[in-house]
């Protein structure tokens, strides 16, 4: 049998948002704001600490059905109001540092595409044949990515109430 390595699951989800780039953007490093969504909610946050210059770290500590789950991870790329690139990692969940990189782009007035991108590592087993270690993969794959979609509807209702409260 072949011997097979880690491998990454990669995921990209685009979103269109009625909101501007700055917003968006900052909606990703602003702890009142993250707390609403990122990994957390302010019902089940228990820390969050925010440095959000590169070089700086994260963590976020959330309670959820009595288990404290931490998401902790170093800023790479900070390009205001354009791109973030961040490490996120979960400790008790696994040692693998996986990445995430956002991009806002300005469609129209009010209007933000983000573009989010993530490379996460699925351990490679070694009692799994290739296809149970793909069909793994894959399962996380759509778990991750279903994940983060969830996170970002209530991201974009944030980012939309926000500008309805400016109107």
Same mark, same amino acid.
């Given at each position: 049998?072949?011997?097979?390595?880690?491998?990454?699951?990669?995921?990209?989800?685009?979103?269109?948002?009625?909101?501007?780039?700055?917003?968006?953007?900052?909606?990703?490093?602003?702890?009142?704001?993250?707390?609403?969504?990122?990994?957390?909610?302010?019902?089940?946050?228990?820390?969050i600490?925010?440095?959000?210059?590169?070089?700086?770290?994260?963590?976020?500590?959330?309670?959820?059905?009595?288990?404290?789950?931490?998401?902790?991870?170093?800023?790479?790329?900070?390009?205001?109001?354009?791109?973030?690139?961040? /490490?996120?990692?979960?400790? $008790? %969940?696994?040692?693998? *540092?996986?990445?995430? #990189?956002?991009?806002?782009?300005?469609?129209?007035?009010?209007?933000?595409?983000?573009?989010?991108?993530?490379?996460?590592?699925?351990?490679?087993?070694?009692?799994?044949?290739?296809?149970?270690?793909?069909?793994?993969?894959?399962?996380?794959?759509?778990? /991750?990515?279903?994940?983060? $979609? %969830?996170?970002?509807? *209530?991201?974009?209702? #944030?980012?939309?109430?926000e500008?309805?409260?400016d109107?």
């Open positions: 049998m072949k011997h097979m390595q880690n491998e990454w699951v990669e995921i990209e989800l685009v979103r269109l948002m009625k909101t501007t780039p700055s917003n968006a953007y900052h909606a990703w490093l602003d702890p009142d704001q993250l707390i609403h969504w990122f990994m957390t909610s302010r019902r089940t946050n228990l820390v600490e925010n440095d959000p210059v590169e070089g700086g770290h994260y963590q976020i500590v959330d309670l959820r059905k009595g288990r404290r789950i931490e998401v902790i991870g170093t800023y790479k790329t900070l390009k205001e109001d354009e791109q973030i690139v961040k /490490t996120i990692q979960m400790p $008790e %969940l696994s040692e693998h *540092v996986d990445e995430i #990189e956002v991009y806002f782009e300005e469609r129209s007035p009010g209007m933000t595409e983000m573009t989010f991108h993530y490379r996460g590592m699925v351990p490679k087993e070694r009692r799994l044949t290739n296809l149970e270690y793909k069909q793994q993969k894959k399962a996380y794959h759509d778990h /991750t990515a279903h994940g983060f $979609e %969830l996170m970002f509807d *209530v991201l974009q209702r #944030e980012l939309e109430a500008v309805e409260w109107e």
